[in-house]
Protein backbone atom coordinates (compact mmCIF):
# COMPACT_ATOMS: atom_id res chain seq x y z
CA UNK A 1 0.00 0.00 0.00
CA UNK A 2 1.22 3.52 -0.92
CA UNK A 3 1.65 6.01 2.00
CA UNK A 4 -0.30 8.31 0.34
CA UNK A 5 -3.79 9.48 1.00
CA UNK A 6 -6.08 7.69 -1.35
CA UNK A 7 -9.80 9.17 -0.65
CA UNK A 8 -12.45 6.72 -1.49
CA UNK A 9 -14.24 7.48 -4.79
CA UNK A 10 -17.47 8.59 -4.84
CA UNK A 11 -18.27 8.99 -1.51
CA UNK A 12 -19.92 11.40 0.46
CA UNK A 13 -18.79 13.89 3.19
CA UNK A 14 -20.27 15.24 6.21
CA UNK A 15 -19.78 19.02 6.55
CA UNK A 16 -17.78 20.74 9.23
CA UNK A 17 -19.87 22.97 11.60
CA UNK A 18 -18.60 25.85 13.48
CA UNK A 19 -17.97 25.12 17.62
CA UNK A 20 -19.93 27.93 18.96
CA UNK A 21 -18.47 31.45 17.82
CA UNK A 22 -14.83 30.19 17.80
CA UNK A 23 -13.05 29.98 14.76
CA UNK A 24 -12.76 26.21 15.09
CA UNK A 25 -14.53 23.92 12.67
CA UNK A 26 -15.79 20.50 14.00
CA UNK A 27 -17.42 17.52 12.58
CA UNK A 28 -21.19 17.12 13.76
CA UNK A 29 -20.50 13.93 15.65
CA UNK A 30 -17.80 13.41 17.18
CA UNK A 31 -15.99 9.92 17.20
CA UNK A 32 -14.78 8.73 20.65
CA UNK A 33 -12.36 6.25 19.91
CA UNK A 34 -12.40 3.22 21.82
CA UNK A 35 -10.01 0.38 22.26
CA UNK A 36 -12.67 -1.47 24.15
CA UNK A 37 -12.26 -4.28 22.37
CA UNK A 38 -8.56 -5.26 23.15
CA UNK A 39 -7.73 -8.13 24.93
CA UNK A 40 -4.19 -7.09 26.43
CA UNK A 41 -2.04 -4.03 26.21
CA UNK A 42 0.95 -6.15 24.09
CA UNK A 43 -2.29 -6.56 21.38
CA UNK A 44 -2.90 -2.82 20.48
CA UNK A 45 -0.27 -2.29 17.56
CA UNK A 46 -1.77 -5.47 15.89
CA UNK A 47 -5.14 -4.52 16.56
CA UNK A 48 -4.42 -0.81 15.09
CA UNK A 49 -2.24 -2.21 12.17
CA UNK A 50 -5.38 -4.48 11.27
CA UNK A 51 -8.16 -2.62 11.75
CA UNK A 52 -8.32 0.67 14.08
CA UNK A 53 -6.48 2.27 11.26
CA UNK A 54 -8.86 1.71 8.92
CA UNK A 55 -11.88 2.43 10.54
CA UNK A 56 -9.91 5.88 11.33
CA UNK A 57 -9.31 6.30 7.52
CA UNK A 58 -13.14 5.42 7.20
CA UNK A 59 -14.03 8.28 9.34
CA UNK A 60 -11.70 10.28 7.86
CA UNK A 61 -13.16 9.50 4.30
CA UNK A 62 -16.68 9.77 5.34
CA UNK A 63 -15.78 13.78 6.99
CA UNK A 64 -16.01 12.66 10.73
CA UNK A 65 -12.42 13.91 11.35
CA UNK A 66 -13.07 15.13 15.00
CA UNK A 67 -11.52 12.55 17.30
CA UNK A 68 -11.89 12.63 21.20
CA UNK A 69 -9.27 10.37 22.60
CA UNK A 70 -6.33 9.76 25.60
CA UNK A 71 -2.69 8.94 25.76
CA UNK A 72 -3.69 5.44 25.01
CA UNK A 73 -5.85 5.88 21.85
CA UNK A 74 -4.29 9.18 20.42
CA UNK A 75 -0.80 7.14 19.14
CA UNK A 76 -3.12 5.54 16.62
CA UNK A 77 -4.83 8.31 15.44
CA UNK A 78 -0.90 10.01 14.99
CA UNK A 79 -0.04 6.63 13.32
CA UNK A 80 -2.69 7.36 10.84
CA UNK A 81 -1.71 10.57 10.14
CA UNK A 82 1.88 9.55 9.90
CA UNK A 83 0.73 6.50 7.69
CA UNK A 84 -1.43 8.42 5.10
CA UNK A 85 1.21 11.52 5.27
CA UNK A 86 -1.49 14.03 6.37
CA UNK A 87 -0.95 17.15 8.30
CA UNK A 88 -2.40 17.13 12.06
CA UNK A 89 -4.59 20.15 11.49
CA UNK A 90 -6.41 18.10 8.57
CA UNK A 91 -8.37 16.57 12.26
CA UNK A 92 -9.48 18.37 15.23
CA UNK A 93 -8.53 16.36 18.28
CA UNK A 94 -11.10 16.98 21.79
CA UNK A 95 -9.70 15.31 25.12
CA UNK A 96 -11.17 15.14 28.75
CA UNK A 97 -10.03 16.00 31.91
CA UNK A 98 -10.85 14.34 34.52
CA UNK A 99 -9.52 14.93 38.47
CA UNK A 100 -8.66 11.98 40.88
CA UNK A 101 -11.26 10.51 42.70
CA UNK A 102 -12.16 11.06 46.31
CA UNK A 103 -10.08 8.10 47.64
CA UNK A 104 -6.47 9.28 45.79
CA UNK A 105 -4.61 9.99 48.82
CA UNK A 106 -2.42 11.97 47.16
CA UNK A 107 -4.93 14.40 46.09
CA UNK A 108 -7.49 14.22 49.02
CA UNK A 109 -3.96 15.04 51.16
CA UNK A 110 -3.53 17.95 49.03
CA UNK A 111 -6.92 19.54 49.29
CA UNK A 112 -6.99 19.33 52.79
CA UNK A 113 -3.90 20.94 53.80
CA UNK A 114 -5.02 23.74 51.02
CA UNK A 115 -1.78 23.03 49.17
CA UNK A 116 -1.31 25.96 46.58
CA UNK A 117 -0.22 24.83 43.21
CA UNK A 118 -1.44 21.17 43.29
CA UNK A 119 -4.38 21.70 40.96
CA UNK A 120 -2.18 23.54 38.10
CA UNK A 121 0.54 20.84 38.83
CA UNK A 122 -1.67 18.07 37.96
CA UNK A 123 -3.57 19.85 34.76
CA UNK A 124 -0.36 20.48 33.20
CA UNK A 125 0.90 17.09 34.19
CA UNK A 126 -2.10 15.61 32.86
CA UNK A 127 -2.54 17.50 29.41
CA UNK A 128 1.68 16.67 28.94
CA UNK A 129 0.75 13.13 29.03
CA UNK A 130 -2.85 13.79 26.55
CA UNK A 131 -0.46 15.65 24.63
CA UNK A 132 2.54 12.69 24.16
CA UNK A 133 -0.39 10.53 22.84
CA UNK A 134 -1.90 12.92 20.39
CA UNK A 135 1.20 14.53 19.00
CA UNK A 136 -0.02 17.92 18.81
CA UNK A 137 -2.21 20.41 20.27
CA UNK A 138 -5.45 19.63 22.03
CA UNK A 139 -8.20 21.69 19.83
CA UNK A 140 -11.21 20.97 22.39
CA UNK A 141 -10.06 20.41 26.17
CA UNK A 142 -12.99 19.26 28.18
CA UNK A 143 -13.42 19.56 32.08
CA UNK A 144 -15.19 16.28 32.50
CA UNK A 145 -15.43 16.80 35.99
CA UNK A 146 -15.12 19.11 38.79
CA UNK A 147 -14.94 18.97 42.64
CA UNK A 148 -16.37 22.47 43.73
CA UNK A 149 -13.92 21.84 47.29
CA UNK A 150 -11.16 22.74 43.95
CA UNK A 151 -9.61 26.72 43.54
CA UNK A 152 -11.97 27.39 40.53
CA UNK A 153 -8.52 30.47 40.01
CA UNK A 154 -5.85 27.74 39.76
CA UNK A 155 -7.96 25.95 36.94
CA UNK A 156 -8.92 29.36 35.03
CA UNK A 157 -5.15 30.52 35.25
CA UNK A 158 -3.94 27.23 34.39
CA UNK A 159 -5.98 26.85 31.21
CA UNK A 160 -4.98 30.47 30.35
CA UNK A 161 -1.40 29.31 30.14
CA UNK A 162 -2.05 26.27 28.12
CA UNK A 163 -3.89 28.08 25.50
CA UNK A 164 -1.41 30.73 25.74
CA UNK A 165 1.38 28.54 24.89
CA UNK A 166 -0.49 26.73 22.36
CA UNK A 167 -1.06 23.56 23.67
CA UNK A 168 -5.06 24.09 23.87
CA UNK A 169 -7.01 25.84 21.60
CA UNK A 170 -10.19 26.01 23.23
CA UNK A 171 -11.92 24.32 26.74
CA UNK A 172 -15.39 23.18 27.76
CA UNK A 173 -16.68 22.33 30.89
CA UNK A 174 -19.58 20.23 32.50
CA UNK A 175 -21.74 22.95 34.25
CA UNK A 176 -24.48 21.83 36.44
CA UNK A 177 -27.13 24.82 36.11
CA UNK A 178 -26.65 27.92 33.31
CA UNK A 179 -25.94 30.25 36.44
CA UNK A 180 -22.58 27.88 37.52
CA UNK A 181 -21.73 28.20 34.05
CA UNK A 182 -21.88 32.31 34.07
CA UNK A 183 -20.34 32.06 37.61
CA UNK A 184 -17.32 30.65 35.43
CA UNK A 185 -17.11 33.12 32.63
CA UNK A 186 -17.61 35.99 35.27
CA UNK A 187 -14.61 34.61 37.03
CA UNK A 188 -12.18 34.44 33.85
CA UNK A 189 -13.72 37.73 32.14
CA UNK A 190 -12.80 39.48 35.52
CA UNK A 191 -9.67 38.05 35.74
CA UNK A 192 -8.79 38.61 32.02
CA UNK A 193 -8.93 34.96 32.08
CA UNK A 194 -9.32 32.16 29.25
CA UNK A 195 -13.49 31.69 28.93
CA UNK A 196 -15.15 28.54 28.10
CA UNK A 197 -15.97 28.01 24.52
CA UNK A 198 -18.51 25.41 25.18
CA UNK A 199 -21.00 23.37 27.42
CA UNK A 200 -20.91 19.57 27.82
CA UNK A 201 -24.26 17.55 28.52
CA UNK A 202 -24.88 14.01 29.09
CA UNK A 203 -28.38 13.80 26.35
CA UNK A 204 -29.52 10.28 27.20
CA UNK A 205 -33.43 9.57 26.72
CA UNK A 206 -34.25 11.63 30.28
CA UNK A 207 -32.41 14.77 31.33
CA UNK A 208 -33.49 17.45 33.36
CA UNK A 209 -35.43 20.74 32.76
CA UNK A 210 -31.46 22.35 33.36
CA UNK A 211 -30.19 20.71 29.83
CA UNK A 212 -33.28 22.99 28.14
CA UNK A 213 -32.18 25.81 30.12
CA UNK A 214 -28.17 25.35 28.72
CA UNK A 215 -29.39 24.44 25.73
CA UNK A 216 -31.64 27.90 24.86
CA UNK A 217 -28.22 29.49 26.61
CA UNK A 218 -25.78 28.31 24.58
CA UNK A 219 -27.86 28.94 21.48
CA UNK A 220 -28.50 32.57 22.39
CA UNK A 221 -24.46 33.14 23.66
CA UNK A 222 -22.70 30.69 20.61
CA UNK A 223 -21.86 28.48 23.21
CA UNK A 224 -20.79 24.93 21.87
CA UNK A 225 -22.72 22.28 22.87
CA UNK A 226 -21.10 18.40 23.24
CA UNK A 227 -22.97 15.94 24.33
CA UNK A 228 -21.86 12.13 24.87
CA UNK A 229 -24.28 9.47 23.40
CA UNK A 230 -24.41 6.37 26.58
CA UNK A 231 -24.18 3.53 23.86
CA UNK A 232 -27.02 1.66 25.19
CA UNK A 233 -29.02 4.86 25.06
CA UNK A 234 -28.58 5.99 28.79
CA UNK A 235 -31.39 3.18 29.89
CA UNK A 236 -30.76 -0.25 31.92
CA UNK A 237 -32.68 -2.34 30.42
CA UNK A 238 -34.96 -4.20 33.09
CA UNK A 239 -33.81 -7.99 33.20
CA UNK A 240 -35.75 -10.89 33.26
CA UNK A 241 -37.75 -12.10 35.92
CA UNK A 242 -36.09 -15.70 35.77
CA UNK A 243 -32.70 -14.23 36.29
CA UNK A 244 -31.02 -15.69 38.49
CA UNK A 245 -27.57 -13.78 38.48
CA UNK A 246 -26.69 -10.82 40.08
CA UNK A 247 -27.53 -7.89 38.32
CA UNK A 248 -24.42 -5.93 36.12
CA UNK A 249 -23.32 -2.88 37.29
CA UNK A 250 -25.13 -0.44 35.48
CA UNK A 251 -23.01 2.23 33.19
CA UNK A 252 -22.71 5.74 34.33
CA UNK A 253 -25.35 7.93 33.58
CA UNK A 254 -27.64 4.98 32.32
CA UNK A 255 -31.53 5.35 34.25
CA UNK A 256 -32.27 1.43 35.73
CA UNK A 257 -35.96 0.75 34.40
CA UNK A 258 -37.17 -0.77 37.32
CA UNK A 259 -37.01 2.88 38.26
CA UNK A 260 -38.87 5.12 36.22
CA UNK A 261 -42.18 6.37 36.21
CA UNK A 262 -45.19 5.42 34.04
CA UNK A 263 -45.10 8.38 31.76
CA UNK A 264 -40.52 7.07 31.70
CA UNK A 265 -41.70 3.70 30.88
CA UNK A 266 -43.63 5.25 27.95
CA UNK A 267 -41.02 7.03 26.43
CA UNK A 268 -38.54 4.35 26.66
CA UNK A 269 -41.17 2.10 24.88
CA UNK A 270 -41.53 5.23 22.44
CA UNK A 271 -37.53 4.62 21.93
CA UNK A 272 -37.62 0.93 21.05
CA UNK A 273 -40.34 1.71 18.78
CA UNK A 274 -38.85 4.38 16.50
CA UNK A 275 -35.43 2.65 16.85
CA UNK A 276 -37.24 -0.49 15.37
CA UNK A 277 -39.60 0.85 12.70
CA UNK A 278 -35.98 3.21 11.33
CA UNK A 279 -34.60 0.26 11.56
CA UNK A 280 -31.22 1.40 13.85
CA UNK A 281 -30.10 1.44 16.88
CA UNK A 282 -31.05 3.49 20.31
CA UNK A 283 -28.28 5.30 20.44
CA UNK A 284 -28.65 6.76 16.70
CA UNK A 285 -32.07 7.60 17.33
CA UNK A 286 -30.72 9.84 20.62
CA UNK A 287 -27.88 11.07 18.23
CA UNK A 288 -30.48 12.58 15.74
CA UNK A 289 -32.44 14.21 18.45
CA UNK A 290 -29.14 16.01 19.70
CA UNK A 291 -28.12 16.94 16.79
CA UNK A 292 -31.78 18.14 16.38
CA UNK A 293 -30.97 20.07 19.06
CA UNK A 294 -28.48 21.44 17.87
CA UNK A 295 -25.77 19.11 19.82
CA UNK A 296 -22.77 17.58 18.78
CA UNK A 297 -22.76 14.26 20.15
CA UNK A 298 -19.90 11.96 20.64
CA UNK A 299 -20.16 8.50 19.76
CA UNK A 300 -17.70 5.43 20.84
CA UNK A 301 -16.62 3.47 17.69
CA UNK A 302 -13.93 0.79 17.67
CA UNK A 303 -14.54 -0.76 14.04
CA UNK A 304 -16.05 -0.06 10.87
CA UNK A 305 -19.48 -0.95 11.90
CA UNK A 306 -19.88 1.08 14.55
CA UNK A 307 -19.18 4.11 12.67
CA UNK A 308 -21.56 3.40 10.03
CA UNK A 309 -24.41 2.85 12.86
CA UNK A 310 -23.35 6.66 13.86
CA UNK A 311 -23.45 7.92 10.10
CA UNK A 312 -26.90 7.38 10.14
CA UNK A 313 -27.64 9.64 12.50
CA UNK A 314 -27.63 11.90 9.34
CA UNK A 315 -30.66 10.13 7.74
CA UNK A 316 -32.58 9.38 10.77
CA UNK A 317 -35.50 11.98 11.17
CA UNK A 318 -37.72 12.33 13.94
CA UNK A 319 -41.39 13.85 12.93
CA UNK A 320 -43.06 15.97 15.52
CA UNK A 321 -45.28 12.93 16.92
CA UNK A 322 -41.85 11.08 17.57
CA UNK A 323 -40.11 14.05 19.12
CA UNK A 324 -42.58 14.43 21.54
CA UNK A 325 -43.13 11.04 22.65
CA UNK A 326 -39.50 11.11 23.58
CA UNK A 327 -39.43 14.85 25.42
CA UNK A 328 -39.83 13.65 29.03
CA UNK A 329 -37.22 14.68 32.20
CA UNK A 330 -36.46 13.05 34.76
CA UNK A 331 -38.44 13.87 38.21
Not at 295 to 309: A, D, F, L, T
Request: aromatic letters at 10%; hydrophobic letters at 35%.
Amino acid sequence: MSDLYHPEPQQTVVEQVRFGKTRLFISPIIIDLKLSDLKTVDSYHEKQDKGFSEMIKYCYDRGLRTFSVDQDNGAALSNFLRRYKLPPTRVVIASRLEFPPAYNPEFTRAKLTKQSGFLRTYVFKRVKELLYGVGKHIDILEIASWDPTLSREELLSALTELVARGDVRYTTIRAKTVEEFKDWQQLAEKNNWTKFSGLQLTFGLFHSEFHKDKIRYARENGIGLLSCVPSDGGVAVKPSTTERRPAAPQRQNSVDLRFLNEEQHRAFESLQAIAERKGVARTVVLAARALMNGIWPMIGCSNVGHVEQALKAFQTHLTPQEWASLEVHLG
